[in-house]
């Protein structure tokens, strides 16, 4: 009965062993408040679970840092939205100093209308001209003095305001080789491992261009965009190797997105935990062996 005890405890410490990693994952995530507005306004980026890497956090808008903040795990920096940034839905993301990132994203709205106010004109009025009657002293006799008095009109002047326009342009972006209004590449996929599936959508192209996939010299991939400038292609790699890698998109502009490339450590894992397995089975059969050669004797 001792025996078997031992063999339920050694079996319960091996479980414990291989559920602990799973626990301690945290999942990245960034977000917007509020999650949309005009060009110009102000949002404040919130983000959680970036528990490994000091330094500093980014946050990206259209390719470029639109912000950065001392590192904490879990914090949150105010930015302003790109005056000029056209109406329509961007993508942005936070990324600390290991290039972990959570990605979200913001609606540019319509910029609410101004409002001029025009003050009334100011009315004024004319007295009528005073008429004196005529004076007769006999035997002399005057001509009728008549005296007109007039009060001269007031003009007024209505001023309109009008709000002065902002001179401040959106950054350039850092990767793409064409203004971030000309057009956009999105990979379904911040992360990929070698084999993984991965797919290209992007705008800005001319209407009917062909579109050529490229990333390390080499054609990853190839299509036509629509009537709309737009396009979605998978991405092959023929091969690739662990990091950061761009893919280009040529099609009369160059749009360019990034992607990682990691390996996977699934398998380092499960080797310790059958090595540790091993172990303490081969502890439980030593004492078992103990025990039976103290009973023959």
């Not at 902002?166 to 990767?175: H, I, N, Q």
């Not at 999105?186 to 001319?206: R, S, Y």
């Not at 992607?259 to 091993?278: E, N, Y």
């Amino acid at each position: 009965m001792r025996s078997l005890g031992l063999l339920v405890a050694l079996a319960a410490g091996v479980t414990v062993l291989v559920a602990t990693p799973a626990a301690a994952q945290q999942q990245l995530t960034v977000t917007a408040s509020p999650n949309s507005g005009p060009a110009g306004s102000s949002a404040t980026f919130t983000w959680s679970g970036f528990i490994r890497c000091k330094g500093t956090m980014r946050i990206n808008w259209g390719g470029s840092v639109l912000a950065t903040a001392p590192w904490v795990a879990n914090g949150s920096v105010t930015a302003t939205i790109p005056a000029g940034t056209k109406v329509g839905t961007y993508t942005f993301t936070a990324t600390d100093e290991c290039q972990r990132m959570a990605r979200n994203q913001f609606v540019v709205t319509v910029p609410p209308p101004v409002t001029t106010t025009t003050r009334p004109p100011v009315t004024t009025t004319t007295n009528p001209p005073v008429t004196n009657p005529p004076v007769t002293n006999p035997p002399v006799t005057r001509p009728p003095v008549t005296t007109t008095t007039t009060t001269p009109p007031v003009t007024t002047t209505t001023t309109t305001d009008t709000p002065s326009s902002s001179s401040e342009t959106p950054p350039s972006s850092t990767d793409a080789l064409t203004n971030a209004d000309d057009g956009v590449l999105v990979l379904d996929k911040e992360n990929i491992q070698p084999g993984d599936d991965l797919t290209a959508t992007g705008t800005g192209c001319p209407k009917g261009a062909n579109v050529t996939l490229k990333s390390l010299g080499q054609d990853v991939g190839q299509t036509t965009a629509d009537d709309k400038g737009e396009f979605k292609s998978p991405v092959k790699f023929a091969n690739i190797e662990p990091g950061r890698h761009k893919v280009r998109a040529e099609c009369g502009i160059t749009l360019v997105g990034n992607v990682d490339v990691t390996l996977s450590s699934s398998s380092g894992g499960t080797t310790s935990t059958l090595v540790v397995l091993l172990f303490f089975l081969l502890v439980g059969a030593a004492m078992l062996r103990r025990q039976f050669a103290g009973l023959r004797r």
